[in-house]
């Protein structure tokens, strides 16, 4: 299943992650369409730039951090649910 059907599943840190991206891009693709290649090196327009750069990359960071956290609390999940249900973490072992 693509993962666009199951956006309920996806985690809400990395959907927040996925929003600054999309924010950052749209940022820096604007300013590199509206501003000539010699407004580019002067200081104002750079700094918008990298702005964008970073909303970027904060983004990508929350995305990888909400995909991490979701999968540690899914294993620690599944873990002590099987923990319950087997009355221990092995299932081959001897009853």
């Known amino acids: 299943m693509l993962l ?4 309920r599943e996806f985690p ?7 929003v600054g991206m999309v924010l950052g891009a749209v ?8 501003a000539g290649t010699h407004v580019m090196h002067q200081g104002m327009q750079m700094g918008v730039n990298h ?10 960071v929350l995305v990888l951090a909400g ?3 979701d999968g540690a609390r899914r ?3 599944r873990r002590s649910s099987a923990a319950k249900d087997s009355g ?3 299932s081959n072992a001897h009853r």
């Open 4 to 7: 666009i059907e199951r956006i």
């Open 27 to 34: 940022l820096d693709i604007a300013m590199s369409l509206t």
């Open 67 to 69: 995909v991490v956290f």
């Open 88 to 90: 221990g973490l092995d």
């Open 12 to 18: 809400p840190l990395a959907r927040i992650g996925l």
């Open 75 to 77: 294993q620690r999940n």
């Open 51 to 60: 702005t964008g750069h970073l909303i970027a990359l904060a983004g990508m």
